[in-house]
């Protein structure tokens, strides 16, 4: 008869909810202080296979790039498309490249990394697989307040900040409710819905009372839409959309303990409550920030980050990486599905994401309902 094992204590433990890691600890080691068995061996496998996945991920984006730049009344090559890209070949094809459809691309591509990004760091802070931008209301914010900058009639270049600014509302008072009530961590995301309603309502109401020639500038903020992008709002938009990645790319090092547990994190000189709401605005403005260049596109933000723990497992800085790099994919193979294959003129690129990740939501939903009988 075999002894039975004991699991230390003070190791902090898988946490299923969040369908993410909650690390035993930053060196790879056990709870106890010892080194795991094969802890190494896995780890080492874990970051091959998030390697060979964001490989394969980059080599497909650049494919799909140069399919997407090169498809059109004027057709060209995939290298022909890149090579215009870059300002050789064809004058026309230059043109055409990067008048007309990079600027269509490359707001893809950002807002897409961006979402996905944002969607991960928010399942993980919120330790809730069913968080995301669009389920806790910060799309909803982003898009109340670039409709509402619309309405005024302001520059096209202010409305990235309206969009912020309109996140950072939708923040407000998701955080305003939840104090009030003392909900749960993980229980906000049912607050962040009726916030994500509410926001929507008034979006509608707004555009309702819009004279015609608004009302279709501003329906992209209802689904997501990519058409009439420009240089300048790729520019301005694009740019605070990266620098506030790069600042959540530095911040993993913090996630990665608040993984561990408050307990565990406020042992390492942490402050678990101040570094979380930190951390918790610097996603929302990166996801509004993103929303901004495409209006609220759904369920890109929910969807990549299961899908990137399916191919490479816990979430790691590597893993955020992969992350980016599907969440731009994903978006703009949509777009080429609006533009290309689904015959129903003008069709927002956020309807085509709606219908795929809607069963997507559904499947989580009920695995989360029976993740406790499990577990029990």
């Known amino acids: 008869m075999s002894a039975p094992t004991n699991t230390p204590a003070s190791a902090p433990t898988f946490d299923r909810t969040s369908g993410g890691a909650a690390h035993r600890a930053a060196d790879g080691t056990a709870g106890s202080g010892s080194p795991a068995p094969g802890r190494g061996t896995s780890a080492a496998r874990r970051r091959t296979r998030t390697a060979a996945w964001s490989l394969v991920a980059a080599v497909l984006l650049v494919l799909l790039t140069g399919v997407a730049l090169g498809t059109g009344q004027v057709r060209m090559t995939v290298w022909e498309a890149l090579s215009a890209l870059a300002g050789s070949g064809d004058p026309g094809n230059v043109l055409v490249v990067q008048e007309f459809r990079a600027p269509r691309v490359v707001s893809a591509l950002i807002a897409g990394a961006g979402l996905a990004v944002a969607g991960s760091m928010l399942q993980r802070l919120f330790r809730n ?32 900040l309206a969009a912020l600014g309109g996140g950072l509302l939708a923040a407000l008072l998701l955080g305003g409710f939840a104090w009030r009530s003392r909900l749960a961590v993980t229980r906000l995301v049912l607050v962040g819905l009726a916030v994500q309603q509410g926001l929507a309502a008034a979006v509608n109401l707004m555009i309702v009372r819009f004279p015609a020639e608004l009302a279709s500038s501003a329906m992209q903020w209802t689904t997501g839409s990519l058409y009439g992008r420009n240089w300048d709002e790729v520019w301005i938009g694009g740019s605070a959309v ?135």
Do not use: C, K
């Open 129 to 160: 697989p069913l968080a995301s931008p669009d389920t806790i209301g910060v799309t909803g914010g982003a898009s109340f307040g670039a409709v509402l900058m619309l309405a005024t009639g302001a520059s096209q270049e202010l409305i990235p």
């Open 242 to 376: 990266a620098l506030t990645t790069v600042a959540v790319v530095l911040a993993q090092r913090r996630v990665a303990v608040l993984d561990l547990g408050d307990d565990s994190a406020g042992g390492l000189g942490l402050d678990p409550r101040r570094d979380r709401v930190l951390l918790l605005l610097l996603t929302i403005a990166l996801a509004s920030l993103a929303a901004a260049l495409t209006g609220p596109v759904a369920f890109v933000a929910l969807a990549v980050p299961h899908l990137v723990r399916l191919l490479a497992g816990p979430p790691t800085p590597g893993t955020l990486g992969l992350t980016a790099l599907t969440g731009s994919l994903l978006l703009l193979a949509s777009d080429l599905l609006v533009l290309h294959v689904i015959p129903v003129h003008g069709l927002p690129v956020g309807a085509v994401t709606a219908t795929l990740g809607a069963p997507w939501l559904l499947v989580l939903m009920i695995r989360q309902g029976r993740l406790p009988r499990r577990s029990s």
